[in-house]
C-alpha cells in the first residue's frame, strides 16, 4: 500500500485534532505542516515528527511528494486555498465550511468537476458515530425524522479559539455553525431543503457579527428543524441534536447517544473510531485510494451553502 503524503495547513486546535487523528491510520504520512507563526507551529510539527514546516501554503504545494492538502485555515481562506490546492494537482479536504459566499462554494465545486481531484469539506456530524447510528436506522427504513431540534450554544463574547487562544479572524453563526445542522438536517431527512428562515440579534459592536440567530428549516420530507445559536451562551457548551422520529425520540450529545427516557445508546461498535475527525479523515484517504467521492464531498454539501446564502440575504433585507 502506498504511503498517502499530507500536507496539513492550520497548526491551531483543529489542526491537532486532524494530526491527533491521522496518526491511527495506517498508510498515511503528515510531511508537511503549515502555520501563521514559525515559533508556535515548529513545536507541534516536533511534536507529531512532521519534517517540514513552513508559514507559506505554496511552499508545500510544490512539493512533489504531497498527494493531498487539509485546511484548518481561517473561514476566509478555504475556498481560494481549496482551489490553489487543486490546481496544484493535490486532493484536498477543507475543514468547514467549504466557503463563506456561495459564489466561492460553487467556484470550489466547478475546479473539483474539472480536475477529477477528491474534494472534501470537514462536515463532521456526518462522520460522528452517534449520528451514523441514526442514519442507518433511517436508511433503512426503520425510522422517519419528524422534527430536529438543535442548540448549538458558546461563550464567546471576545474573539478566542477552541483553546482560549485569540484568533486572528471572526467566526460566524451562520456560515460555520449553522452549517453543519443544515447539512446534517438534509443528511438525515433524506430531501432537500425547501423552505428557510432565520432570524439573528444585534450586532456586536466589536465583532461585528451577530451574537444570537434563530434558523427554521422544512425537508422536502415534511421534516422540520429548528436551530438556536448563540456566542451569548453562559452554561453547557456545545451543540445537542434532539431528534424526534416518528418512532422514539434521540438526543445526540458530542459522542453520547440517549433516548427520550436519557436510555444511553451504545454506538461504540458504530465505526472503527469513536473520534469524528478522524473517521472524516479516513473517509477522505479512503477515497483518494479508491479514486471514488467521498462522502461530504464539496459537490454533496452544495446544496447547504445555497441555504446559507438565501438566510444571509433573507436577513440582510430585514436589517
Request: with cysteine; aromatic share 6%.
Amino acid at each position: 500500500m502506498k504511503t498517502i503524503k499530507v500536507a496539513l495547513a492550520g497548526a491551531g486546535a483543529f489542526g491537532i485534532k486532524h494530526l491527533e487523528g491521522i496518526r491511527n491510520i495506517d498508510g498515511v504520512e503528515v510531511v508537511s505542516l503549515v502555520g501563521r507563526q514559525l515559533d508556535k507551529t515548529k513545536p507541534v510539527a516536533e511534536k507529531f515528527g512532521i519534517g517540514h514546516v513552513t508559514t507559506d501554503l505554496a511552499e508545500s504545494l510544490a512539493l512533489k511528494e504531497v498527494d493531498a492538502v487539509i485546511l484548518c485555515t481561517p473561514t476566509q481562506m478555504h475556498a481560494s486555498q481549496a482551489i490553489a490546492c487543486m490546481k496544484a494537482g493535490k486532493h484536498v479536504q477543507v475543514e468547514i465550511p467549504l466557503a463563506d459566499s456561495l459564489a466561492d462554494a460553487e467556484a470550489v465545486v466547478a475546479l473539483q468537476k474539472q480536475t477529477g481531484l477528491v474534494a472534501m469539506c470537514g462536515h463532521t456530524r456526518r462522520f460522528n458515530p452517534s449520528h451514523q447510528w441514526l442514519h442507518r436506522r433511517i436508511a433503512a427504513g426503520e425510522l422517519a425524522i419528524q422534527q430536529m431540534d438543535v442548540q448549538t450554544y458558546f461563550f464567546r463574547r471576545t474573539n478566542m479559539n477552541a483553546l482560549g487562544q485569540p484568533r486572528s479572524w471572526t467566526d460566524h453563526l451562520l456560515w460555520h455553525h449553522a452549517a453543519h445542522t443544515v447539512d446534517l438536517f438534509a443528511y438525515q431527512a433524506g430531501g432537500e431543503i425547501v423552505a428557510a428562515n432565520a432570524l439573528q440579534g444585534p450586532i456586536h459592536p466589536g465583532l461585528g457579527i451577530a451574537m444570537d440567530m434563530s434558523i427554521q428549516l422544512k425537508a422536502s420530507t415534511g421534516a422540520l428543524c429548528t436551530l438556536s445559536l448563540s456566542f451569548n451562551n453562559d452554561g453547557p457548551l456545545g451543540t445537542f441534536f434532539r431528534y424526534i422520529c416518528d418512532k422514539g425520540t434521540y438526543i445526540a450529545r458530542y459522542d453520547d447517544l440517549v433516548d427520550g427516557k436519557e436510555q444511553k445508546i451504545d454506538v461504540s461498535k458504530v465505526d472503527v473510531s469513536m473520534n469524528g475527525i478522524e473517521l472524516q479523515d479516513r473517509e477522505f484517504f479512503a477515497a483518494i485510494r479508491e479514486s471514488r467521492e467521498p462522502n461530504a464531498s464539496v459537490a454533496k454539501v452544495l446544496p447547504c451553502y445555497r441555504t446559507l446564502h438565501q438566510l444571509e440575504q433573507q436577513l440582510a433585507h430585514s436589517a
